[in-house]
């Protein structure tokens, strides 16, 4: 047995091995003061971490590696002769794990100056059976140094030489430490692979709904539930027993079928993730509904939350609002449409980023790997500090209500019908404009009021109505001098006109639309709610909202005052009893001692841009290279959605797939229980295809790492996130030896381990996911493109496993666990002391 064969002796060299690299980690800490190494952990630490409660024995690192129950029965790689079995010493446990793991430990150790006997004596005898010269005299001179990840393969050999290969610079660190506040640890992911279940349900039956529920379909479990009249029975007659298709704006037509289409809430009781996309005067009604049936931890999204969701969410679940996660998007992710109801639509365009808030704040990363997960790799999903934030910012309870105010209100309007319809946008005056600014210059002073009563409090994404015309339209407008000019001159809102009803061939307005129907009680009303709270004047919204309530037909406000009887039926935080500023901030979960006090240790961050407020068909191309499983896995699961070329520089293996997969669609069964048909856009072994890449996934032997980077390295375009499946060591040094100055201009991702376990059922055509990790780490190079990275690799890969950030890819290298247990469990059963040459009878 290979694990649970670890004797004493065995487990002497073991505890030699990654005792040596722990010291290697000490010596680059003392070097580097500040460098974050949390993730270089011994092997016994390792493994609780990774296989925490599936051992029987902790006490010792033998204990953990003999009674760890996802190793036992695994037996030594053996090849069998005449009937009995000799030991494959070729075999990847030293042929891969030697040269590409435990000789960048050696390499960086030598240069650091720590000894490391075991390491030599293991590594002498490894290199002589994989016919390698890499160790000579104790140092990593050998022939063979170039083909193994050692530094010195890169031409590496001193402290500041590895320092600037690795891309660490000390002064850099040392400030970073200096002002970083203390993060709770994140468990490393474990090394098992389960299966994954997730359950997705989405509420709504409009455009969206149907968008939602057919792309999470493809992938998961995933329930719609429309509570609108018969809407839930209309819709699943109208699918039958086909596939929903949905047609993406990256060109791909993704074909799926919801488990249930149906009006019964209690199926929320078996929900992950519930995605309200419905109005927001809806999801009153769905929180009620859903309420008795929601599990603990269960993340509730509203696309878009708009004003106060979060304050409404509370209400509405009362104390079982604790134990969930709301998340408040501030608009729709797409633009997008029915084709055929309730058997197909089209998303029109992704937006490029989308602002989400979360409470509580402690659930914000498991949430937005969610998200990302579901949404795919656009729109990437941007934290804001908070909800409040969220609902100000909310630019229709401004917009909408002030031109329909200012076009139709008694002052400007004689009430006669029109010969045609007047534009909404371009047709905004001075009188108009007057009354927006008076609008929103009311929703920042109550921002600032509340700033003042909670210092500390980051309502950065609050801004007024110019300001968010700059940010979500920069480039668009022909006159930003003023918020009439942004306003008029904005491209996307070109040609649009109020909305209207026509009558005897003329025009009247539609003064029950939702520019006045919706954001007025679902918007505005929150403004004037809190402001009202917070002993803010607000007479231009008084203004509106007096006359906008008798269009609507509702009494909200009465001499002023949130007082009318349909107040109750909006989002004005006295709808749900909340009348002072205490209440208040009980309601929106602001404490203003835990404010203080993570503002007192916060660091700056630089501002990331709103997203726009327009959609764009967004175009994103995945090169994975590699033919084995994990390749053929990716490239199936990512040209589901996404223009994908897998590339294959291995002998004629890539015409070989091509042949076999012939004019079909890859069918690739996940562990989820969906299988996933889909077609790469080509399968070859031309490396120029790498100049269309936004991403380049290497799911190959970390051996063929290097031809990869030479082959790719002339057509790779600036800004490409370049991800290695797993990197190993050394996988960021390697890159940046063999793509020279280019790799500057490159993302490198570097992976502790594969996401998947998986395998073919059919070479070229079939393959299945046993399993699924529920995290795994990776590390960014440059660390200021982490965001980016991470966020378009969580989008490709799914929901599962959680991209985990770790600090820097040498602490991914000194983690390489590969290094130590395959290589020291080899020499423990094989070496001269213990092995005296002759066959075993079993393995």
Known sequence: LFYQGVDDFTEAILQGLTNEVQAVRKKTEQLVPGLDLRDAVDLKQCYMDCYAGQMTDTSSLKGCVTTNLPHKGRTHPMKEEGGKYMPDLMYRFLAEDVPMGMCFNKGLGEILGVPMPTTDKVLAWAQGCIGMEILVNGKMAGKDVGKTRAPQANGVSTVEGFLKAAKIDKAAVAAAAAKATPVAAVPPPAETEEKSPFCVLVCGGGNAAQVATAMFAARYQTIAVSLFADEAAKWKAALGSDEYELTLDTGKVVKSRPADITNDPSVAALADAIILAVPTFAHGRYFEALEPYIKPNCIVACMPARSGGDILFASKLGSKAEQMVFVGFETLPWACRFTEWGRKASILGTKGSIIAAVTPEAKCFQT????????????????????????????????????????????????????????????????????????????????????????GLDLRDAVD???????????????????????????????????????????????????????????MCFNKGLGEILGVPMPTTDKVLAWAQGCIGMEILVNGKMAGKDVGKTRAPQANGVSTVEGFLKAAKIDKAAVAAAAAKATPVAAVPPPAETEEKSPFCVLVCGGGNAAQVATAMFAARYQTIAVSLFADEAAKWKAALGSDEYELTLDTGKVVKSRPADITNDPSVAALADAIILAVPTFAHGRYFEALEPYIKPDTVVACMPARSGGDILLASKMNGKADDVIFVDFETLPWACRFTEWGRKATVFGTKGRILGAVTPPAKTTKALTALQGLLGVFPKVVQSPNNLGISLRNTGAVIHPGVMYGRWCPEKWDGAPLAEK
């Open 368 to 455: 937005y790997v969610v998200m990302q997960g579901l949404l795919g790799v656009f729109p990437k999903v941007v934290q804001s500090p908070n909800n409040l934030g969220i609902s100000l910012r909310n630019t229709g309870a401004v917009i909408h209500p002030g031109v329909m105010y200012g076009r139709w209100c008694p002052e400007k309007w004689d009430g006669a019908p029109l010969a045609e319809k007047p534009l909404f946008y371009q047709g905004v005056d001075d009188f108009t404009e007057a009354i927006l600014q008076g609008l929103t210059n009311e929703v920042q002073a109550v921002r600032k009021k509340t700033e003042q009563l909670v210092p």
């Open 465 to 523: 109505l110019k300001q968010c015309y700059m940010d979500c339209y920069a480039g668009q407008m022909t006159d930003t001098s003023s918020l009439k000019g942004c306003v008029t001159t904005n491209l996307p809102h070109k040609g649009r006109t109020h909305p209207m009803k026509e009558e005897g061939g003329k025009y009247m307005p539609d003064l029950m639309y939702r520019f006045l129907a919706e954001d007025v009680p679902m918007g």
